[in-house]
Protein backbone atom coordinates (compact mmCIF):
# COMPACT_ATOMS: atom_id res chain seq x y z
CA UNK A 1 0.00 0.00 0.00
CA UNK A 2 1.34 3.44 -0.66
CA UNK A 3 2.72 5.51 2.14
CA UNK A 4 0.17 8.28 1.31
CA UNK A 5 -3.16 5.97 2.45
CA UNK A 6 -4.43 4.70 5.68
CA UNK A 7 -6.64 1.35 5.77
CA UNK A 8 -9.81 1.55 8.14
CA UNK A 9 -12.27 -1.04 7.99
CA UNK A 10 -10.22 -2.32 4.71
CA UNK A 11 -10.89 1.21 2.88
CA UNK A 12 -7.91 3.78 1.58
CA UNK A 13 -7.86 6.69 3.47
CA UNK A 14 -5.42 9.64 2.46
CA UNK A 15 -3.17 9.80 5.75
CA UNK A 16 -2.60 13.72 5.72
CA UNK A 17 -6.43 14.48 6.16
CA UNK A 18 -7.74 11.67 8.31
CA UNK A 19 -6.48 9.54 10.66
CA UNK A 20 -8.66 6.82 12.99
CA UNK A 21 -9.69 9.47 15.64
CA UNK A 22 -11.43 11.48 12.70
CA UNK A 23 -13.01 8.34 11.37
CA UNK A 24 -13.88 7.27 14.38
CA UNK A 25 -15.29 10.17 15.49
CA UNK A 26 -17.20 10.20 12.18
CA UNK A 27 -18.98 7.05 12.81
CA UNK A 28 -19.14 6.61 16.05
CA UNK A 29 -19.07 10.13 18.30
CA UNK A 30 -20.93 12.73 16.29
CA UNK A 31 -24.52 13.35 16.69
CA UNK A 32 -26.44 14.39 13.56
CA UNK A 33 -29.27 16.75 13.93
CA UNK A 34 -32.98 16.37 12.77
CA UNK A 35 -32.69 19.65 10.22
CA UNK A 36 -28.67 18.47 9.26
CA UNK A 37 -28.24 17.58 5.51
CA UNK A 38 -26.03 15.88 4.21
CA UNK A 39 -24.13 16.04 0.45
CA UNK A 40 -22.67 12.69 0.28
CA UNK A 41 -20.67 10.86 -2.97
CA UNK A 42 -17.80 8.74 -4.09
CA UNK A 43 -15.51 11.20 -5.03
CA UNK A 44 -15.63 12.89 -8.40
CA UNK A 45 -18.71 12.60 -8.71
CA UNK A 46 -20.15 16.46 -7.96
CA UNK A 47 -19.34 16.81 -4.54
CA UNK A 48 -17.90 20.20 -4.37
CA UNK A 49 -20.68 21.11 -7.72
CA UNK A 50 -23.38 19.91 -4.64
CA UNK A 51 -21.73 21.78 -1.90
CA UNK A 52 -21.95 25.28 -3.96
CA UNK A 53 -25.91 24.36 -5.27
CA UNK A 54 -26.33 23.69 -1.10
CA UNK A 55 -24.74 26.88 0.28
CA UNK A 56 -26.78 28.70 -2.09
CA UNK A 57 -30.18 27.34 -1.34
CA UNK A 58 -29.74 27.25 2.44
CA UNK A 59 -29.16 31.46 1.16
CA UNK A 60 -31.92 31.43 -0.30
CA UNK A 61 -29.34 32.28 -3.93
CA UNK A 62 -27.52 34.94 -1.50
CA UNK A 63 -24.13 34.48 -2.47
CA UNK A 64 -21.99 36.17 0.72
CA UNK A 65 -20.91 32.86 2.07
CA UNK A 66 -20.22 31.62 -1.63
CA UNK A 67 -17.99 34.17 -2.23
CA UNK A 68 -16.40 34.88 1.13
CA UNK A 69 -15.99 31.25 3.06
CA UNK A 70 -13.89 28.37 1.21
CA UNK A 71 -16.31 25.19 -0.25
CA UNK A 72 -14.27 22.80 2.41
CA UNK A 73 -15.69 25.15 5.47
CA UNK A 74 -19.27 25.75 4.41
CA UNK A 75 -20.16 22.00 3.87
CA UNK A 76 -16.88 20.31 5.84
CA UNK A 77 -16.21 16.51 5.27
CA UNK A 78 -17.24 15.01 8.54
CA UNK A 79 -14.30 11.89 8.50
CA UNK A 80 -11.67 14.66 8.42
CA UNK A 81 -9.60 16.10 11.02
CA UNK A 82 -11.06 19.41 10.73
CA UNK A 83 -14.36 18.32 11.10
CA UNK A 84 -15.09 18.40 14.83
CA UNK A 85 -14.02 22.18 15.39
CA UNK A 86 -15.51 23.27 11.88
CA UNK A 87 -19.10 21.14 13.06
CA UNK A 88 -19.68 20.91 16.63
CA UNK A 89 -20.29 24.27 17.25
CA UNK A 90 -21.90 25.46 14.02
CA UNK A 91 -25.33 26.59 14.08
CA UNK A 92 -28.21 24.46 12.41
CA UNK A 93 -29.07 23.64 10.04
CA UNK A 94 -25.70 22.42 9.27
CA UNK A 95 -24.66 20.96 5.39
CA UNK A 96 -21.97 18.53 6.10
CA UNK A 97 -20.31 16.17 3.06
CA UNK A 98 -19.07 12.67 3.45
CA UNK A 99 -17.46 10.39 0.92
CA UNK A 100 -17.66 7.92 3.62
CA UNK A 101 -19.66 4.65 2.82
CA UNK A 102 -22.81 3.96 4.19
CA UNK A 103 -21.72 1.71 6.88
CA UNK A 104 -19.54 3.86 8.23
CA UNK A 105 -21.36 7.45 8.41
CA UNK A 106 -22.60 8.25 11.45
CA UNK A 107 -24.69 6.11 13.58
CA UNK A 108 -26.65 8.26 14.91
CA UNK A 109 -27.91 9.28 11.15
CA UNK A 110 -29.79 6.48 11.44
CA UNK A 111 -32.05 7.65 14.06
CA UNK A 112 -32.39 11.06 12.94
CA UNK A 113 -34.70 13.15 10.38
CA UNK A 114 -31.42 14.15 8.33
CA UNK A 115 -31.95 14.54 5.00
CA UNK A 116 -29.22 12.96 2.60
CA UNK A 117 -28.22 13.86 -0.78
CA UNK A 118 -26.78 11.33 -2.28
CA UNK A 119 -24.96 12.21 -6.33
CA UNK A 120 -23.48 10.03 -8.38
CA UNK A 121 -21.13 10.07 -11.93
CA UNK A 122 -20.99 7.40 -14.65
CA UNK A 123 -17.99 5.75 -13.01
CA UNK A 124 -15.73 6.09 -16.11
CA UNK A 125 -16.48 9.44 -16.40
CA UNK A 126 -15.07 9.66 -12.50
CA UNK A 127 -12.28 7.38 -12.96
CA UNK A 128 -11.10 9.79 -15.48
CA UNK A 129 -11.62 12.58 -13.33
CA UNK A 130 -9.51 11.33 -10.29
CA UNK A 131 -6.84 10.07 -12.18
CA UNK A 132 -6.51 13.34 -12.58
CA UNK A 133 -6.74 14.46 -9.30
CA UNK A 134 -4.65 11.77 -8.22
CA UNK A 135 -1.79 13.13 -10.47
CA UNK A 136 -2.35 16.45 -9.28
CA UNK A 137 -2.57 16.52 -5.67
CA UNK A 138 0.47 15.76 -3.68
CA UNK A 139 -1.69 13.84 -0.95
CA UNK A 140 -2.26 11.28 -3.29
CA UNK A 141 -0.73 8.51 -4.66
CA UNK A 142 0.36 9.48 -8.35
CA UNK A 143 -0.76 6.91 -10.87
CA UNK A 144 2.09 4.79 -12.58
CA UNK A 145 -0.84 5.08 -16.14
CA UNK A 146 -3.66 4.74 -16.86
CA UNK A 147 -4.24 1.06 -17.10
CA UNK A 148 -2.70 0.24 -13.97
CA UNK A 149 -4.92 3.06 -12.78
CA UNK A 150 -8.07 1.51 -14.10
CA UNK A 151 -8.01 -1.78 -12.62
CA UNK A 152 -7.29 -0.02 -8.91
CA UNK A 153 -9.87 1.57 -9.57
CA UNK A 154 -12.17 -1.24 -10.40
CA UNK A 155 -10.88 -3.50 -7.59
CA UNK A 156 -11.77 -0.57 -5.43
CA UNK A 157 -7.89 0.10 -4.92
CA UNK A 158 -8.04 4.22 -4.50
CA UNK A 159 -9.02 6.43 -2.20
CA UNK A 160 -12.84 5.93 -0.53
CA UNK A 161 -12.52 2.24 -1.70
CA UNK A 162 -14.83 0.87 -4.65
CA UNK A 163 -17.45 3.20 -6.28
CA UNK A 164 -19.93 0.25 -6.80
CA UNK A 165 -19.80 -0.69 -3.15
CA UNK A 166 -20.35 2.80 -2.30
CA UNK A 167 -23.34 3.12 -4.42
CA UNK A 168 -24.67 -0.27 -3.00
CA UNK A 169 -24.19 0.60 0.14
CA UNK A 170 -26.37 4.19 -0.05
CA UNK A 171 -28.37 2.30 -1.95
CA UNK A 172 -28.82 -0.67 0.52
CA UNK A 173 -30.24 2.15 3.37
CA UNK A 174 -32.60 4.26 1.25
CA UNK A 175 -35.42 3.21 3.98
CA UNK A 176 -33.48 3.79 6.84
CA UNK A 177 -32.65 7.73 6.20
CA UNK A 178 -34.23 10.46 4.09
CA UNK A 179 -32.53 10.20 1.29
CA UNK A 180 -32.79 11.97 -2.10
CA UNK A 181 -30.23 10.41 -5.25
CA UNK A 182 -29.55 12.71 -7.86
CA UNK A 183 -26.79 12.53 -10.59
CA UNK A 184 -24.04 14.34 -11.71
CA UNK A 185 -25.11 14.05 -15.56
CA UNK A 186 -29.11 14.71 -14.43
CA UNK A 187 -27.36 18.30 -13.28
CA UNK A 188 -25.13 18.65 -16.24
CA UNK A 189 -28.66 18.39 -18.90
CA UNK A 190 -31.23 20.54 -16.29
CA UNK A 191 -29.30 22.57 -13.62
CA UNK A 192 -32.23 24.22 -12.95
CA UNK A 193 -35.48 21.65 -12.58
CA UNK A 194 -32.49 19.48 -10.29
CA UNK A 195 -31.86 22.18 -8.14
CA UNK A 196 -35.70 22.79 -8.06
CA UNK A 197 -36.06 19.02 -6.97
CA UNK A 198 -33.56 19.29 -4.52
CA UNK A 199 -35.19 22.54 -3.22
CA UNK A 200 -38.65 20.44 -2.82
CA UNK A 201 -36.56 17.59 -1.30
CA UNK A 202 -35.46 19.58 1.43
CA UNK A 203 -38.54 22.26 1.59
CA UNK A 204 -36.81 24.95 1.00
CA UNK A 205 -39.06 27.54 -0.42
CA UNK A 206 -37.43 29.55 -2.86
CA UNK A 207 -38.61 32.26 -5.49
CA UNK A 208 -37.50 32.81 -8.99
CA UNK A 209 -34.79 34.90 -8.33
CA UNK A 210 -33.58 32.92 -5.98
CA UNK A 211 -33.23 29.98 -7.93
CA UNK A 212 -31.90 31.53 -10.95
CA UNK A 213 -29.21 32.98 -8.23
CA UNK A 214 -27.92 29.24 -7.06
CA UNK A 215 -28.13 27.85 -10.98
CA UNK A 216 -25.97 30.54 -12.35
CA UNK A 217 -23.48 30.52 -9.52
CA UNK A 218 -23.06 26.77 -8.95
CA UNK A 219 -22.34 26.75 -12.45
CA UNK A 220 -19.46 25.54 -13.90
CA UNK A 221 -17.76 29.21 -15.12
CA UNK A 222 -19.34 30.43 -12.15
CA UNK A 223 -17.49 28.45 -9.88
CA UNK A 224 -13.93 27.97 -11.97
CA UNK A 225 -13.58 31.64 -10.91
CA UNK A 226 -14.51 31.57 -8.02
CA UNK A 227 -11.16 30.98 -5.41
CA UNK A 228 -13.62 30.03 -2.56
CA UNK A 229 -14.82 26.98 -4.89
CA UNK A 230 -11.86 25.98 -7.19
CA UNK A 231 -9.04 24.96 -4.59
CA UNK A 232 -7.13 27.66 -5.68
CA UNK A 233 -6.79 28.12 -2.00
CA UNK A 234 -4.83 25.11 -1.89
CA UNK A 235 -1.38 25.42 -1.00
CA UNK A 236 0.65 25.23 -4.12
CA UNK A 237 3.06 22.73 -2.74
CA UNK A 238 -0.55 20.19 -2.28
CA UNK A 239 -1.58 21.00 -5.95
CA UNK A 240 0.13 21.15 -9.02
CA UNK A 241 -1.70 23.78 -10.94
CA UNK A 242 -1.56 22.09 -13.94
CA UNK A 243 -4.75 20.09 -14.04
CA UNK A 244 -7.04 22.72 -12.29
CA UNK A 245 -9.75 21.43 -10.17
CA UNK A 246 -12.44 22.54 -12.51
CA UNK A 247 -10.85 20.56 -14.74
CA UNK A 248 -13.41 19.94 -17.72
CA UNK A 249 -16.79 19.25 -15.71
CA UNK A 250 -18.50 17.43 -18.91
CA UNK A 251 -19.69 13.96 -19.15
CA UNK A 252 -18.17 11.20 -21.78
CA UNK A 253 -14.72 12.71 -20.85
CA UNK A 254 -13.22 8.97 -20.42
CA UNK A 255 -13.95 8.59 -24.19
CA UNK A 256 -10.67 10.63 -25.27
CA UNK A 257 -8.94 8.65 -22.79
CA UNK A 258 -9.84 4.68 -22.65
CA UNK A 259 -8.89 2.60 -24.94
CA UNK A 260 -10.46 -0.47 -25.94
CA UNK A 261 -9.11 -2.47 -23.34
CA UNK A 262 -10.15 -0.13 -20.98
CA UNK A 263 -13.96 0.27 -22.27
CA UNK A 264 -13.69 -3.91 -22.33
CA UNK A 265 -12.43 -4.43 -18.69
CA UNK A 266 -14.90 -1.34 -17.48
CA UNK A 267 -17.98 -2.99 -19.09
CA UNK A 268 -17.16 -6.44 -17.97
CA UNK A 269 -16.87 -5.13 -14.92
CA UNK A 270 -19.76 -2.75 -14.59
CA UNK A 271 -22.32 -5.98 -16.00
CA UNK A 272 -20.87 -8.12 -13.30
CA UNK A 273 -20.80 -6.07 -10.27
CA UNK A 274 -24.37 -4.35 -11.13
CA UNK A 275 -26.06 -7.45 -11.88
CA UNK A 276 -29.24 -7.93 -9.82
CA UNK A 277 -29.64 -3.89 -9.36
CA UNK A 278 -32.69 -2.70 -9.02
CA UNK A 279 -31.54 0.69 -10.83
CA UNK A 280 -31.35 2.40 -13.91
CA UNK A 281 -28.38 4.89 -15.02
CA UNK A 282 -28.19 6.86 -18.18
CA UNK A 283 -24.61 5.11 -18.42
CA UNK A 284 -26.02 1.79 -18.39
CA UNK A 285 -25.68 0.62 -21.63
CA UNK A 286 -22.62 2.44 -23.00
P1 LIG B 1 -13.78 16.70 -14.08
O1 LIG B 1 -12.47 16.32 -13.50
O2 LIG B 1 -14.36 15.63 -14.97
O3 LIG B 1 -13.76 18.04 -14.75
P2 LIG B 1 -15.76 16.28 -6.86
O4 LIG B 1 -16.22 17.63 -6.45
O5 LIG B 1 -16.67 15.17 -6.46
O6 LIG B 1 -14.34 16.07 -6.49
O7 LIG B 1 -15.85 16.23 -8.45
C1 LIG B 1 -15.03 17.03 -9.26
C2 LIG B 1 -15.54 16.94 -10.66
O8 LIG B 1 -16.77 17.69 -10.76
C3 LIG B 1 -14.58 17.55 -11.68
O9 LIG B 1 -14.83 16.84 -12.88
C4 LIG B 1 -15.11 18.98 -11.75
O10 LIG B 1 -14.71 19.68 -12.90
C5 LIG B 1 -16.61 18.70 -11.75
N1 LIG B 1 -17.43 19.87 -11.38
C6 LIG B 1 -17.34 20.62 -10.28
N2 LIG B 1 -18.25 21.62 -10.32
C7 LIG B 1 -18.92 21.48 -11.49
C8 LIG B 1 -19.96 22.23 -12.13
N3 LIG B 1 -20.48 23.31 -11.60
N4 LIG B 1 -20.40 21.78 -13.33
C9 LIG B 1 -19.89 20.68 -13.91
N5 LIG B 1 -18.88 19.95 -13.35
C10 LIG B 1 -18.40 20.35 -12.16
Known amino acids: MSDHYM???????????HDDISLNYATNEFQVRDDDVFNV???????????????????????EAFLTIPNWDRVPWIEQMTAKQLLENQPSPRLITTHL???????????????????????????????HFCT?????????????????????????????????????????????????????????????????????DLDEKAIDSVVAH?????????????????????????????????SGDWKNHFTKEHIDLFDATYKEKMKGMDVKFSWDSL
Open 218 to 250: SSFKSMKENKMSNWSLVPPEMMDRKTPFMRKGQ
Open 136 to 204: SISFLETPKNLDDFVQKFLKGEVMFGSWFDHLKGWLGVKHKVEIMFQTYEDLLKDPRGSVIKICKFLEK
Open 41 to 63: TYPKCGTVWMQEILTLIKSNGDT
Open 7 to 17: LHDGILFPKMV
Open 101 to 131: PAHLAPKSLYNSKAKVIYTTRNPRDACISLY
